[in-house]
């Protein structure tokens, strides 16, 4: 929802970015802009070296996507458009060497991205159906694929779906886990569990052992909290989960 029109240099450049990342085009101007600053923005930094990529693909319904910029390679997470000025952006910051797919509905442009970086793709069994993914991820306990990152198998959304932990405090969580401002909490989406809603609530409660600050969801809102706060709004998640059939 618009409730004014961009007023000043730092609210347009975010209305500029929104225009970039809206995955179906939707956002537009009355008159010519210069796109070069909210361009130049992406990937946007969300904390440390990890950040938010924008760019978002219909392919995708709209689902966020994230790179993670490291010495051992470059991470990215889920998939944006195959964007020309992301693409030269990414490029320009060293690639990418891997991509991690939380799960088959937000894979969107993954094979130009593979064609152009020669990223390795990572998909568990249960989703890789149709996609040529090098590394195929079984089984529903957890896989360390390094020292940083570890794949927590989360069924519910989908029978593969897979979230993404990277060191001890950024969650990558699909379409398993985000924040709702209505419920001032955790939150995941019924009316999107396509595989099992029980199964859902049930792999949640895999994240408990996790220590995390972020929740970085392909939809939905992104969470913040203390590792400690963020444990508890889980348990509320969990609580609530079960009442909801």
Same mark, same amino acid.
């Given at each position: /929802?618009?409730?004014?029109?961009?007023?000043?240099?730092?609210?347009? =450049?975010?209305?500029?970015? %929104? !225009?970039?990342?809206?995955?179906?085009?939707?956002?537009? #101007?009355?008159?010519?802009?210069?796109?070069?600053?909210?361009? %130049? %923005?992406?990937?946007?930094?969300?904390?440390?070296?990890?950040?938010?990529?924008?760019?978002?693909?219909?392919?995708?319904?709209?689902?966020?996507?994230?790179?993670?910029?490291?010495?051992?390679?470059?991470? !990215?997470?889920?998939?944006?458009?195959?964007?020309?000025?992301?693409?030269?952006?990414?490029?320009?910051?060293?690639?990418?060497? #891997? /991509?991690?797919? #939380?799960? =088959?509905?937000?894979?969107?442009?993954?094979?130009?991205?593979?064609?152009?970086?020669?990223?390795?793709?990572?998909?568990?069994?249960?989703?890789a159906r149709g996609i040529e993914a090098e590394d195929?991820?079984?089984?529903?306990? #957890?896989?360390?694929?390094?020292?940083?990152?570890?794949?927590?198998?989360?069924?519910?959304?989908?029978?593969?779906?897979?979230?993404?932990?990277?060191?001890?405090?950024?969650?990558?969580?699909?379409?398993?886990?985000?924040?709702?401002?209505?419920?001032?909490?955790?939150?995941?989406?019924?009316?999107?569990?396509?595989?099992?809603?029980?199964?859902?609530?049930?792999? /949640? =409660?895999?994240?408990?052992?996790?220590?995390?600050?972020?929740? !970085?969801?392909?939809?939905?809102?992104?969470?913040?909290?203390? %590792?400690?706060? /963020?444990?508890?709004?889980?348990?509320h998640c969990i609580e609530w989960m079960k009442k909801?059939?």
């Open positions: /929802m618009v409730y004014h029109q961009p007023d000043n240099g730092e609210v347009l =450049k975010r209305a500029e970015m %929104a !225009l970039l990342a809206c995955p179906t085009g939707s956002i537009g #101007t009355r008159s010519k802009q210069d796109l070069k600053p909210a361009i %130049a %923005a992406f990937p946007e930094l969300v904390e440390d070296n990890v950040y938010f990529c924008g760019y978002a693909s219909p392919n995708s319904y709209g689902a966020a996507s994230y790179f993670i910029q490291r010495p051992q390679g470059n991470v !990215l997470v889920d998939s944006p458009r195959f964007a020309k000025h992301l693409v030269k952006r990414l490029q320009e910051i060293g690639g990418i060497a #891997t /991509m991690f797919l #939380t799960h =088959k509905d937000d894979i969107a442009d993954h094979q130009k991205f593979h064609h152009h970086f020669g990223c390795r793709r990572i998909i568990h069994e249960a989703d195929i991820l079984d089984g529903d306990e #957890t896989i360390e694929l390094d020292e940083e990152l570890a794949a927590v198998p989360v069924p519910g959304h989908t029978r593969g779906h897979v979230v993404l932990l990277y060191r001890d405090k950024f969650l990558f969580s699909g379409d398993h886990l985000a924040w709702s401002d209505n419920r001032d909490g955790l939150i995941a989406f019924r009316s999107v569990a396509w595989y099992s809603w029980r199964e859902q609530t049930q792999s /949640m =409660k895999k994240l408990l052992n996790l220590r995390f600050e972020w929740v !970085l969801p392909g939809h939905g809102r992104r969470a913040h909290l203390p %590792a400690n706060d /963020m444990r508890q709004n889980l348990v909801v059939s």
